[in-house]
C-alpha cells in the first residue's frame, strides 16, 4: 500500500512541475507583447473619420464610411512587432498603418500602409505589401476568411509575414522613423479580433 502511495505522490508532483513548467513556458512565450485590442474596449486606441466602428462578439467591426477612417493607437512606437488577426470581405479596402508621424492625418505621406486590399488594381502593391515601399513577393488573398498579420519594423528595415508566407523580406525605408499604429477602415466589411504589440 505504501508502494502504491508513493508512486501516486510521485505521479502528482510530477503533475504539478510539468503544469508550473508549461505556464512559466507560456508566460515567457507572451512576454513583451502588450494587447492594444482583447475583444473588449478601445481604451488604446482614438477615432478619426466617420466609420461605424463597433464592437460584436469580441470583434471590432466597420462597414460604412463616407471616407478613409482609421481606429489611431495612443501611444507612438519605433522599433516593434505587431501581431494582427483580421477578417475583410473580397471587395474590402483596409490596411495598417505603422508609424504614423501626424495621428490627425494618417495616409502614405505621414506613414507606412501595410495593405489589405485584395482587388488593389496593381496587386503588386495590393494585400501584403507595403503601398509605395515594398512590393509583395508573393501575391496572396485575404478575402472572406481569418488572416494573421506579422509586422516587424526596426530601424530603416521591414518585413512583413501573411499566414505564415513572408510577403516583405528585408525592404528598407527611412521616411518614418517613429509613430502611431492605425487600423483602416475604407471600404467592404472589415473585422480585427486581436491587435497586440511588442517594443523591440
Do not use: H
Not at 503588386?124 to 494573421?148: C, E, P, R
Amino acid at each position: 500500500m505504501k508502494r502504491w502511495s508513493a508512486i501516486a505522490s510521485a505521479l502528482l508532483f510530477a503533475g504539478i512541475a510539468a503544469f508550473s513548467y508549461s505556464q512559466q513556458a507560456a508566460g515567457q512565450a507572451d512576454a513583451g507583447w502588450v494587447v492594444l485590442f482583447d475583444g473588449k474596449n478601445l481604451d488604446n486606441f482614438s477615432p478619426i473619420g466617420d466609420a461605424n466602428w463597433r464592437i460584436e462578439d469580441g470583434v471590432l467591426v466597420a462597414d460604412k464610411a463616407t471616407k478613409n477612417s482609421y481606429m489611431v493607437s495612443k501611444k507612438d512606437y519605433r522599433d516593434f512587432q505587431i501581431r494582427a488577426e483580421f477578417w475583410v470581405s473580397d471587395d474590402a479596402n483596409s490596411g495598417i498603418f505603422i508609424r504614423c508621424t501626424d495621428p490627425n492625418n494618417v495616409g502614405s505621406k505621414t506613414s507606412y500602409e501595410v495593405n489589405i486590399f485584395d482587388t488593389r488594381p496593381d496587386p503588386s502593391y495590393g494585400t501584403g505589401a507595403i503601398v509605395d515601399t515594398a512590393k509583395a513577393a508573393t501575391v496572396l488573398k485575404a478575402g472572406g476568411k481569418w488572416n494573421v498579420y506579422e509586422i516587424t519594423a526596426k530601424g530603416p528595415r521591414f518585413d512583413v509575414t501573411l499566414n505564415g508566407t513572408k510577403t516583405v523580406d528585408g525592404a528598407t525605408d527611412s521616411k518614418f522613423a517613429n509613430g502611431r499604429i492605425s487600423l483602416q477602415y475604407g471600404a467592404g466589411v472589415v473585422k480585427f479580433r486581436k491587435v497586440e504589440v511588442k517594443p523591440l
